[in-house]
Nanobody, 126 residues
Framework: QVDLVESGGGLVQAGDSLSLSCSTS????????MAWFRQAPGKVREVVAA????????YYADSVKGRFTISRDIPKNMLYLKMNSLSPEDTAVYYC???????????????????WGQGTQVTVSS
């Protein structure tokens, strides 16, 4: 069993920064990748950023590239998302996800991730 719990969401103003955390539990010996997804009201869930757990190679959606930074703390089994220059378009529920599929071929696709947290709300006012 793998449990993921997001934290750090809240209400901020446009231009502000915010950091999200994802606490993980359960087996980690074969964890392959983790990612942040988000879903705004009326929209489909979309990838924000992803990272290979051991190698640290990262992927960013074009919409957040240069503003967001994904990172992880392996000893603490923690995943982070540092968000800078936030805008109202970033308002969404942010989800942490984990994949144990070494053969995954689409790191930005939702179906590649087996475990998900409950999400944390990020609201950016104008």
């Amino acid at each position: 069993q793998v449990d993921l719990v997001e934290s750090g969401g809240g209400l901020v103003q446009a231009g502000d920064s915010l950091s999200l955390s994802c606490s993980t539990s359960g087996p980690t010996f074969n964890r392959w990748a983790m990612a942040w997804f988000r879903q705004a009201p009326g929209k489909v869930r979309e990838v924000v950023a992803a990272i290979l757990w051991r190698g640290g190679i990262t992927y960013y959606a074009d919409s957040v590239k240069g503003r967001f930074t994904i990172s992880r703390d392996i000893p603490k089994n923690m995943l982070y998302l540092k968000m800078n220059s936030l805008s109202p378009e970033d308002t969404a529920v942010y989800y942490c996800a984990a994949s144990f599929n070494m053969k995954m071929t689409a790191v930005a696709e939702e179906y590649e991730y087996e475990y998900w947290g409950q999400g944390t709300q990020v609201t950016v006012s104008s």
